[in-house]
């Protein structure tokens, strides 16, 4: 079915230590996006991915999808406080988005 | 507007009583979601919009849990005799067919 899976649910990690969450699908998506969502805010877009085994980068954070467009990565180096939240990522089938369960990060400075 | 729009911001209502949600999203935008976040908690699915019509209704908890969209934009999520358990944050988000999608700042629904 379309169903995304992410994972961790929860990740605490010491300031300046790396952070990585994941989210796969059984079936071949269309796009996969992510999102961040700031305690007591909503999701805010902040990248798309459409091409086979595609990387991009935003400063600190890496953005891979996979080769089989099945699964996706979000990795933050050095984490800094400013990254605490939740990251979802959005997997596309066909023109519906379809969000994972979110991986909440908090950082301990 | 600029954005996608939610109101009422807050809700606090008794048990029992029916509740109305509505979303006015991004116009131009095809594509409208409806979203259920408890405190702490991820995105809980309730039902998607592509126009009009609602391909997929899958994630709507209950019939109590109903929702229309006219003319194409505005959205609204109506709850029937509302529960404790259906308080939560709810967040509708719009976009274009296969683009990102634009939160709005949610309906806090409180039952008392």
């Known amino acids: 079915g379309q169903q995304v899976m992410q994972i961790p649910q929860y990740q605490h990690v010491q300031e300046g230590e790396d952070f990585t969450t994941y989210c796969n699908s059984s079936t071949t998506l269309s796009n996969i996006q992510w999102y961040k969502q700031r305690p007591g805010g909503h999701p805010v877009f902040l990248i798309q991915?459409?091409?086979?085994?595609e990387v991009k980068k935003q400063k600190r954070l890496t953005f891979q999808f996979g080769e089989a467009k099945k699964n996706s990565s979000l990795h933050i180096t050095a984490t800094q406080t400013t990254d605490v939240g939740t990251y979802f990522c959005?997997?596309?089938?066909?023109?519906?988005?379809?969000f994972g369960a979110g991986t909440i990060l908090r950082v301990k400075s | 507007g600029a954005g996608v729009s939610q109101s009422p911001s807050n809700k606090v209502t008794e048990k029992g009583k029916d509740v109305e949600l509505r979303c006015d999203p991004i116009?131009?935008?095809?594509?409208l979601y409806w979203y259920r976040q408890s405190l702490g908690q991820g995105l809980e699915f309730l039902i998607y919009?592509?126009?009009?019509?609602?391909?997929?209704k899958s994630g709507l908890p209950s019939d109590r849990f109903s929702a229309e969209r006219t003319g194409g934009s505005v959205s609204t999520l109506t709850i029937q005799r509302t529960q404790q358990e259906d308080s939560a944050v709810y967040l509708c988000?719009?976009?274009?067919?296969?683009?990102?999608?634009?939160f709005g700042q949610g309906t806090r629904l409180t039952v008392v």
């Open positions: 991915l459409v091409k086979s085994g």
């Open positions: 919009f592509q126009g009009n019509s609602a391909p997929d």
């Open positions: 116009s131009g935008h095809t594509a």
């Open positions: 988000a719009s976009s274009f067919t296969r683009a990102e999608a634009f």
């Open positions: 959005a997997g596309g089938y066909g023109n519906k988005l379809v």
